[in-house]
């Protein structure tokens, strides 16, 4: 089982089925905030996906990151990024106007954690059970994890340029 750590000192497991590198990417359908409680699809084959999973965009990492990839996303033409929280879509959608969010789709997995389990980024235990790991995927257009990055602590960014570089070089 996949561990990330939370404050350096308290090391949370990861529930669910871990996806790796070269491992079909699950397709599942997350709740899109904009527009509203509208279905989206992670996974599957045809495009390439950018897809961020982080615990809530009500975080100072959290919102430097989706900040962060939204402002990149302008240059990513022919990758659909999308980063998943379990926020509820009312508060991300209230978020996403705050933040001027409008070049990635902001979504939820609050309804039923299909893609936390079926990706295995779901906090099973620690102070934030239930919540999401910051973990970067980039699916290829033949359905493919082609990169993966697990944030080992909870509480830091991630390494956007290689995660941008993955997602071109995925085209």
């Known amino acids: 089982m996949a561990t990330v750590t939370f404050k350096n000192d308290i090391v949370c497991n990861l529930g669910g089925t871990e996806v790796n590198v070269g491992d079909t990417a699950p397709v599942v359908t997350v709740t899109n905030c904009n527009p509203m409680l509208q279905d989206e699809t992670v996974g599957g084959e045809g495009k390439v996906q950018l897809v961020i999973a982080v615990p809530s965009l009500d975080t100072g990492v959290c919102d430097a990151e989706t900040r962060r990839f939204n402002q990149e996303a302008a240059g990513l033409e022919g990758v659909e990024v999308i980063t998943v929280s379990m ?82 070089a995925a085209l």
Do not use: H, M
């Open 87 to 168: 926020d509820l879509p009312f508060a991300a959608a209230r978020w996403c106007g705050a933040a001027g969010i409008e070049n990635i789709k902001v979504c939820s997995d609050f309804r039923n954690k299909d893609f936390g389990n079926a990706y295995g980024v779901l906090l099973a235990d620690g102070p934030l059970a239930g919540v999401l790991a910051r973990v970067i995927f980039v699916v290829g257009k033949d359905g493919k994890v082609a990169y993966k990055q697990v944030v080992p602590e909870i509480t830091q960014e991630p390494n956007y340029e290689e995660a941008l570089a993955a997602a071109k």
